[in-house]
């Protein structure tokens, strides 16, 4: 059973920077489609970074525009989302999601689909002015 949980949230100031983590257990990253998401009440569920590890295809937000950075740590199954530089409208409560390539294997695909099988529960960024 996949599963997906975020950490590393909370409270920064603008220009300010924070590591999301997103730990999995029941798979192994190398040929997932895993994916970071974000959204604030009243919204939709935005594409935030992408990547695949089947078939390489990479897609990011242009709000990213390099302040934003997806990295992992194979040996403790977890990849990390990167922040820098943040802004409050980057104020949302960050997802991570992983879906192995049965369900699909390109981001660019994917992303703006929103088409992801399996989610972790979130965790809450806030920046402040």
């Known amino acids: 059973e996949v599963q997906l949980v975020e950490s590393g949230g909370g409270l920064v100031q603008a220009g300010g920077s924070l590591r999301l983590s997103c730990a999995a257990s029941g798979f192994t990253f190398d040929d997932y489609v895993i994916g970071w998401f974000r959204q604030t009440p009243g919204k939709e569920r935005e594409g935030v970074l992408c990547i695949s590890g089947s078939d390489g295809s990479t897609w990011f937000a242009e709000f990213v525009k390099g302040r934003f950075t997806m990295s992992s740590d194979n040996g403790k199954n977890t990849m990390y989302l990167e922040m820098s530089d943040l802004k409050p409208e980057d104020s949302a409560v960050y997802y991570c999601?992983?879906?192995?390539?049965?369900?699909?294997?390109?981001?660019?695909?994917?992303?703006?689909?929103?088409?992801?099988?399996?989610w972790g529960q979130g965790t809450q960024v806030t920046v402040s002015t």
């Open positions: 999601a992983a879906d192995p390539p049965q369900y699909g294997t390109n981001c660019r695909e994917k992303v703006p689909l929103v088409d992801f099988v399996s």
